[in-house]
């Protein structure tokens, strides 16, 4: 399942049992999830009990028109394949940096010979696309997190909200190789009740008439105790309220919450419910 791409292409979160290697999951529940941005509801989804890590992609492509659509599609598909292909989440984030270096090398190999003499523009790009990965393993009530140049992501417990800080965070997709930053994984408790909301810059770097931003801590734990839904339509009418409904910038945001397990090797994660973009 994945959510249409945004005006400025981020690639999209998608949410997927990935890696199977045994039976298919099974279907546990219903769970609903919503598309804003749009004027009608996406339909009622199936949560799933996975017998596999689940892992979910959310990402920020820089730049835009064809060139940040191509690498957003690019890297989509990539993860798309490299999610059940790669037992490890690092190694499919040093697999997404390699596919992102060559999209950009691409694009100004493309771009460089438009130009007069076809002489390079600057040395180096400034195309790249932030990242965040999340792995959540069938047998355990942790979620693993792989931060590449992403906004940290919030988790909710019991009404209580925090942030997810990283020692050591990574670097964008397409630069690895020249800020040498190798990927690492942040393991933390994710059990049934649990969420984790992962965002775009465009939430925390929209302002309001007078310049300031929003606090979107603060307007997380005004609304951690809702329903996950009414949470994430709670925090898009802030945004938006906030910025007097003007965005300078595409903005999404994804909650995934943790289910109540139903048997020994099974994980059901409500599948995500997205903001605007």
């Known amino acids: 399942m994945t959510r249409a791409p945004a005006p400025r292409a981020g690639f999209p979160a998608g949410h997927r049992p990935a890696g199977h290697r045994g039976p298919p999951p099974t279907r546990r529940g219903e769970a609903r999830r919503r598309a804003r941005g749009g004027t009608a509801p996406a339909p009622a989804r199936p949560a799933f009990a996975c017998l596999a890590p689940t892992r979910v992609l959310v990402g920020d492509v820089r730049g835009k028109g064809l060139p940040a659509v191509g690498a957003s599609a690019a890297l989509l598909g ?79 417990r019991a009404g209580r909200v925090r942030t997810v800080a ?21 393991t933390v408790p994710f059990g049934p009740g649990d969420r984790l909301l992962r965002y775009t810059d465009g939430f925390i770097e929209a302002r309001d008439r007078r310049g300031g931003f929003l606090d979107l801590a603060a307007r997380v734990a005004a609304h951690a105790g809702r329903p996950l839904e009414a949470l994430v339509t709670g925090l898009r009418r802030d945004l938006l309220r906030h910025a007097h409904g003007d965005l300078d910038d595409d903005a999404a945001l994804v909650a995934l919450e943790r289910l109540p397990g139903r048997g020994p090797g099974a994980t059901a994660v409500r599948p995500p419910a997205g903001g605007p973009g």
């Open 166 to 186: 990283f020692e050591r965070p990574g670097a964008p997709l397409g630069l690895g190789d020249l800020l040498e930053t190798a990927p690492t994984v942040r």
């Open 78 to 156: 990539a993860f798309r394949e490299l999610a059940h292909e790669e037992p490890s989440p690092v190694r499919i984030a040093e697999r997404l940096d390699e596919r992102a270096r060559r999209q950009i090398a691409a694009v100004d190999t493309l771009l460089d010979g438009d130009r007069p003499g076809g002489a390079p523009q600057a040395l180096f790009t400034e195309r790249f696309a932030t990242a965040l990965l999340v792995e959540f393993p069938p047998d355990e009530p942790v979620a693993r997190l792989v931060h590449c140049g992403h906004p940290e992501p919030f988790l909710v």
